[in-house]
């Protein structure tokens, strides 16, 4: 019997949690930075919530990765490589911004999904 982590934390791929962990941390990096470089002392609320939402955000992408699968299903687009890329850096800062909201979601589903596969 699998545990509650391992079906809700441990449900993403290694491949997969540390690519999309890497853009967290990059964006996470930034953002601390920028909030260290100012006259004001560190907010370690801030940095807290960049924290937080660095490790969740694999999991709010898993959400939104779904959701645009469903929506776009086996459609191709054609787009700009530029355009591209600025949408692609939008939802990837979108999607950290919010993973603290979002990951829930995707941790649920994914809880629900693993519980119901027969077990070997």
Do not use: D
Request: glycine share 6%; aromatic share 20%.
């Amino acid at each position: 019997m699998q545990s509650f982590f391992a079906k809700t934390f441990g449900a993403l791929s290694g491949p997969v949690y540390l690519r999309h962990f890497l853009f967290g941390a990059v964006i996470a990096a930034l953002l601390i930075t920028v909030s260290l470089s100012g006259k004001h002392a560190a907010n370690y609320g801030f940095i807290a919530f960049a924290v937080i939402n660095t490790v969740l955000y694999p999991y709010a992408r898993f959400v939104y990765e779904s959701v645009v699968s469903y929506i776009v299903g086996n459609n191709q687009f054609y787009f700009n490589a530029v355009t591209f890329v600025i949408a692609k850096y939008l939802t990837i800062v979108i999607c950290w911004a919010f993973a603290i909201f979002v990951a829930p979601i995707g941790l649920i589903y994914l809880f629900v999904r693993n519980s119901k596969r027969p077990t070997m």
